[in-house]
């Protein structure tokens, strides 16, 4: 089953969901509009929201509350972009000008703000207390994470157990929540919602991890950003961290003063250091042991299309070169 496969065991869903977000992104002040659909509709995956759709149907449900969470983690999700493209002084997000870089980092952020309002108005409909309990700590540990990753910028004694912190609650917690609600949603028992809330925190750590590989060996237009964005913005992400424990003194001090200092200089180098460390054969591996663990989780599950295409999700997250 390829990617586009997956997506088509919830077309119609998927279909639908486009056309809520577009519906309730509508307001009376029309920057707020023009900012969110450019955001929206600039061709990310919508992974998350799809996890909310395989889960809910995984296990059965068959009602149209669904559509409008899927909705509300998706408007999260664009809500932590438009931040952290301002707080990263981002230009570029798939391969197009962020929207801080178009109209300004005042509007996105404020932007950002609709999006989180709107999501929580949306959020109350469901009339759901366990869902808005999962979502609004989610929203919260996003933001912790965020301010982690701030203060680990251009600090190379960061370990490799801080890093996993991070990433778990900068980006896996909205896939953990994404695929939890999805579960509350349906109804589950409490073997399968917690297998579900699971598969997204393990799901999210391996697509973290890869993204990590490919800052280091990706194509730059397949990924819409730069190799070694990371390493320019001083983020020491576990390559480099793994690099240090695992290369020469010289190369140790080396990848220390390119973490402090930021930018490119020394970019090849690091390349090479990177390379010979086996860092990425580390970070890959570490990846696959997310996924697997995300595939151990999905046995709580029937047997149906939804959860193949969960499990085969697995696989994507691994395989992907962007």
């Not at 931040?83 to 109209?103: C, E, F, P, Q, Y």
């Not at 919602?193 to 697509?207: Q, W």
């Amino acid at each position: 089953m390829t990617a586009q496969r997956i997506y088509d065991t919830v077309a119609d869903d998927f279909s639908d969901v486009n056309d809520l977000i577009l519906r309730r992104l509508s307001s009376d002040v029309p920057l707020v509009e023009k900012i969110a659909q450019y955001i929206i509709e600039s061709g990310g995956k919508r992974l998350r929201p799809l996890l909310v759709l395989l889960s809910s149907r995984a296990l059965g449900y068959d009602q149209q509350d669904h559509l409008k969470l899927a909705a509300v983690i998706e408007f999260l999700h664009t809500a932590t972009l438009l931040h952290d493209d301002v707080v990263d002084t981002s230009d570029l997000r798939r391969g197009r000008s962020t929207a801080n870089a178009k109209w300004g980092n005042a509007p996105s952020v404020l932007v950002g703000d609709f999006l989180y309002a709107r999501a929580f108005e949306m959020m109350v409909e469901l009339k759901s207390l366990p869902i808005m309990d999962v979502l609004s700590h989610a929203t919260a540990v996003i933001a912790e994470g965020e301010v982690l990753q701030l203060m680990n910028v251009k600090n190379p004694d960061v370990s490799e157990a801080q890093y996993m912190e991070v990433i778990h609650n900068k980006t896996a917690m909205l896939f953990e929540a994404a695929s939890h609600s999805g579960a509350l949603l349906a109804g589950a028992a409490t073997e399968q919602e917690t297998a579900l809330r699971d598969y997204g925190k393990h799901l999210g750590l391996a697509f973290q991890l890869v993204d990590d590989v490919l800052d280091y060996r990706g194509d730059a237009e397949a990924m819409g950003k730069n190799v070694g964005d990371d390493l320019a913005e001083g983020k020491p992400t576990l390559p480099l961290i793994h690099a240090m424990a695992n290369t020469s003194d010289e190369g140790r001090q080396l990848i220390r003063q390119a973490i402090r200092k930021g930018g490119l200089d020394d970019l090849p180098t690091i390349l090479g250091l990177v390379n010979d460390s086996g860092a990425l054969e580390y970070t890959m591996d570490r990846a696959r042991q997310e996924a697997d663990s995300a595939r151990a989780c999905l046995a709580q599950l029937p047997d149906t299309p939804h959860r193949e295409a969960l499990l085969l999700l697995t696989d994507i997250a691994v395989a992907r070169v962007s």
